[in-house]
């Protein structure tokens, strides 16, 4: 079976999907597709991802978008390592972390929302700043709260080892100081996040080092 990764070095739905795949050993093909030059919206693209957005993973045909949906798929398809606990509040737990991400801080501040703001609404960039730094801190708020409940040695967001969460944490982080964002009051976060970022399957995923990085 051939698999390949339809991906942007920056996206960070795509760097989410690049970890689950180094996690699990998963060996892949990568296909840039570069998001500033709308090559997402191509007609070739959009036949084989309707919704026009990366990332989209393909084996030998059978197409999915959006990172939450490939990740738990690699995840049931791929069962070692698990990114989801053993148990069903525990695994809702994860979920939700990784959900506050997925559905509340990075669909308010992905490229197409930035660019919007900027053209037909006419924010400058220091408008669009503003905008960031506001809803990264406004998610990052409860989710601090929730790593320190739920961390069980403040290397992971929920109990010992790396879960779905975690997968999704770095990328944010990552996003939120390209933004230059202020986290000192997230010291929960921030030292999770830093630490996973060290282990090789984060590294490997990182946006600098992928084939396409500018």
């Known amino acids: 079976m051939t698999t390949r990764l339809y991906t942007f070095w920056r996206s960070s739905a795509a760097y989410r999907v690049r970890i689950a795949l180094a996690l699990k050993g998963i060996a892949h093909e990568q296909v840039p597709t570069h998001l500033g030059r709308d090559e997402q919206r191509g007609a070739q693209y959009l036949d084989r991802n309707p919704q026009g957005l990366v990332p989209a993973l393909d084996e030998d045909g059978f197409v999915l978008g959006e990172s939450m949906a490939i990740i738990e798929y690699l995840d049931e398809t791929h069962p070692a390592p698990p990114l989801l606990p053993a148990d069903a509040r525990g695994r809702a737990i994860v979920r939700s972390m990784a959900q506050s991400i997925a559905c509340d801080i990075h669909p308010l501040n992905n490229l197409r929302v930035l660019n919007y703001l900027k053209g037909p609404l006419g924010q400058d960039q220091d408008g669009v700043n503003r905008w960031y730094r506001h809803w990264i801190a406004a998610g990052f708020e409860g989710l601090e709260m929730l790593a320190q409940r739920y961390s069980a040695d403040g290397a992971h967001l929920y109990g010992d080892r790396v879960t779905l969460a975690d997968v999704l944490l770095v990328p944010q982080l990552y996003n939120a ?12 976060l921030t030292a999770i996040g830093d630490g996973l970022a060290r282990l090789p399957a984060f590294a490997a995923a990182a946006p600098e080092v992928q084939p396409d990085a500018e």
Do not use: E, K, T, W
């Not at 100081?177 to 929960?188: E, I, K, M, T, V």
């Open 177 to 188: 100081r390209r933004f230059q964002c202020d986290l000192s009051g997230f010291p929960a």
